[in-house]
């Protein structure tokens, strides 16, 4: 699967990350992979619902990931920082 069908939930608004997600689906992708961490979880789970109800509405969800990742804190000390996968298919 190529990175082009995953979409990076971070400090956009909602509908920023939803447009995305519902522009590639209308390209032709069968499914597209929505990607955050820590606090952009909640802003992933919306995309995925908003999608799924308003937009899209024979898209599934088929599959939901979390996992916990270290990334570097400012001071240089690893921080763990849960993340989540919502896989998306048409």
Known sequence: MADDNVVFVGKKGTMAYVLA??????????EVI????GKAISRAVDVAEIVRNKFITDAK?????????EISSEEGKPLKVS???????K
């Open 83 to 89: 993340a989540i996968e919502i896989k998306i298919t």
């Open 34 to 37: 929505v990607k955050a961490r």
């Open 21 to 30: 997600v519902v522009t590639q689906m209308n390209q032709g992708a069968k």
């Open 61 to 69: 969800i088929s599959d939901i990931t979390t996992s916990t990742e």
